[in-house]
């Protein structure tokens, strides 16, 4: 039995001449079946309520404007639920709708029930059809055309394959629309690669705000936490069926042998930071090399204003981040604590150990 993520992108979604998004849904439907009938568990995150929405709606092109696209979203966000519907209600399964944004994620307790609700689900044999909230988050919600939210759910969920359909069958080392000596790239072995990778990519699409770029970091949040990743050609109609009997995308990203775990993959990628502190060389080789927590003797300057128990970066003297976690004490406490006759006086801990990740874990 494997739990598999599907994310199925835009592109792929809108449908085209030769096949309506009707008849789209309808033939990965048949795939999630025919792997459901097996014992398998899957979960969809999809894109596409902001392009539905706008052909529906008549539009053209993608409109610019935030609140445009938020209604087209609304517009289209239900349509697209409908579809989903119909395909798998009459192959004997239920399906639920999950709309989330950044800040749903990156609370704890609400990256918690979260998990909660699509386990539940899952055992329930019913199919999470999960989509950004795109009718109401904004621009600094925005996760990127649902590859990065696909790595999150798939991370919080424990799922053993995440498979990102596109309309290109594999990675390439350039564009090979512009670059006619692009080569092919079958495997990705470890981080180093991918982050190789990232450096090198661009964005890129009319109607996804994703790209190749985007899919190479959900590929790193995914992997990271020990899940096999498939970027695959959603064009081709046997492609999902095969790939749900246990064939292989046309670029596989290789799991993390020791996966960093929960927590700490909630730590990195799900949450962003509100402030930097800034530590001393002592405190930066304690962090990284001896198992240490941070501690107030330790910092050299906060940056920003954050309370207690928000995220933090935590950078080198160089600027450099070294690793991120949850500040337990706010940044006006820790203003007032690098005074020479606090400082001098208390020692406590600022982010523990166990709610700290370290960048250089990220890399391996």
Same mark, same amino acid.
């Given at each position: 039995?494997?739990?598999?993520?599907?994310?199925?992108g835009t592109s792929l979604i809108r449908g085209t001449r030769? +096949?309506?998004?009707?008849?789209?849904? +309808?033939? =990965?439907?048949?795939?999630?079946?025919?792997?459901?009938?097996?014992?398998?568990?899957?979960?969809?995150?999809?894109?596409?309520?902001?392009?539905?929405?706008? %052909?529906?709606?008549?539009?053209?092109?993608?409109?610019? +404007?935030?609140?445009?696209?938020?209604?087209?979203?609304?517009?289209?966000?239900? !349509?697209?639920?409908?579809?989903?519907?119909?395909?798998?209600?009459?192959?004997?399964?239920?399906?639920?709708?999950?709309? @989330?944004?950044?800040?749903?994620?990156?609370?704890?307790?609400?990256?918690?029930?979260?998990?909660?609700?699509?386990?539940?689900?899952?055992?329930?044999?019913?199919?999470?059809?999960?989509?950004?909230?795109?009718?109401?988050?904004? +621009?600094? @919600?925005?996760?990127?055309?649902?590859?990065?939210? %696909?790595?999150?759910?798939?991370?919080?969920?424990?799922?053993?394959?995440?498979?990102?359909?596109?309309?290109?069958?594999?990675?390439? %080392?350039?564009?090979?629309?512009?670059?006619?000596?692009?080569?092919? =790239?079958?495997?990705?072995?470890?981080?180093?690669?991918?982050?190789?990778?990232?450096?090198?990519?661009?964005?890129?699409?009319?109607?996804?705000?994703?790209?190749?770029?985007?899919?190479?970091?959900?590929?790193?949040?995914?992997?990271?936490?020990? =899940?096999?990743? !498939?970027?695959?050609?959603?064009?081709?109609?046997?492609?999902?069926?095969?790939?749900?009997?246990?064939?292989?995308?046309g670029t596989v990203f290789h799991p993390n042998p020791k996966?960093?775990?929960?927590?700490?993959?909630?730590?990195? !990628?799900?949450?962003?930071?509100?402030?930097?502190?800034?530590?001393?060389?002592?405190?930066?080789?304690?962090?990284?090399?001896?198992?240490?927590?941070?501690?107030?003797?330790?910092?050299?300057?906060?940056?920003?204003?954050?309370?207690?128990?928000?995220?933090?970066?935590?950078?080198?003297?160089?600027?450099?981040?070294?690793?991120?976690?949850?500040?337990?004490?706010?940044?006006?406490?820790?203003?007032?604590?690098?005074?020479?006759?606090?400082?001098?006086?208390?020692?406590?801990?600022?982010? !523990?150990?166990?709610?700290?990740?370290?960048?250089?874990?990220?890399?391996?």
């Amino acid at each position: 039995m494997t739990l598999w993520v599907i994310k199925i992108g835009t592109s792929l979604i809108r449908g085209t001449r030769s +096949e309506s998004t009707e008849q789209f849904i +309808e033939s =990965i439907s048949n795939s999630i079946a025919i792997a459901k009938g097996k014992g398998d568990s899957i979960i969809i995150v999809t894109s596409g309520a902001v392009g539905i929405g706008c %052909s529906r709606l008549g539009l053209k092109t993608r409109p610019p +404007e935030l609140s445009s696209l938020q209604a087209a979203a609304a517009v289209g966000q239900g !349509h697209l639920m409908s579809l989903y519907e119909k395909a798998l209600i009459k192959r004997g399964y239920h399906v639920a709708q999950i709309l @989330l944004t950044r800040l749903d994620l990156g609370s704890r307790l609400s990256y918690k029930n979260a998990t909660l609700t699509l386990t539940k689900l899952l055992k329930w044999g019913v199919v999470p059809i999960v989509n950004e909230n795109d009718s109401i988050s904004d +621009e600094e @919600l925005r996760y990127g055309d649902n590859d990065t939210l %696909s790595a999150l759910v798939a991370n919080l969920i424990k799922a053993d394959q995440l498979i990102l359909l596109t309309d290109i069958d594999k990675l390439y %080392s350039d564009d090979p629309k512009s670059n006619k000596e692009a080569k092919p =790239i079958s495997d990705v072995h470890n981080q180093k690669e991918l982050k190789t990778l990232e450096d090198l990519s661009s964005n890129s699409g009319t109607w996804g705000t994703g790209g190749i770029r985007t899919k190479l970091a959900a590929a790193r949040i995914a992997t990271n936490n020990g =899940i096999t990743v !498939h970027l695959a050609d959603g064009r081709k109609p046997a492609i999902l069926n095969d790939l749900l009997k246990g064939s292989r995308g046309g670029t596989v990203f290789h799991p993390n042998p020791k996966p960093i775990g929960s927590i700490k993959s909630w730590l990195a !990628h799900a949450i962003e930071p509100v402030g930097s502190i800034e530590l001393d060389e002592g405190a930066c080789e304690a962090i990284q090399t001896k198992g240490a927590s941070l501690l107030i003797v330790g910092i050299v300057s906060v940056e920003g204003n954050f309370e207690s128990n928000q995220p933090v970066r935590i950078i080198s003297k160089a600027k450099e981040e070294i690793a991120r976690g949850i500040s337990s004490i706010s940044s006006a406490y820790l203003r007032n604590s690098l005074k020479e006759e606090i400082r001098s006086t208390r020692s406590q801990i600022v982010v !523990h150990r166990d709610v700290l990740v370290l960048t250089s874990d990220l890399l391996n």
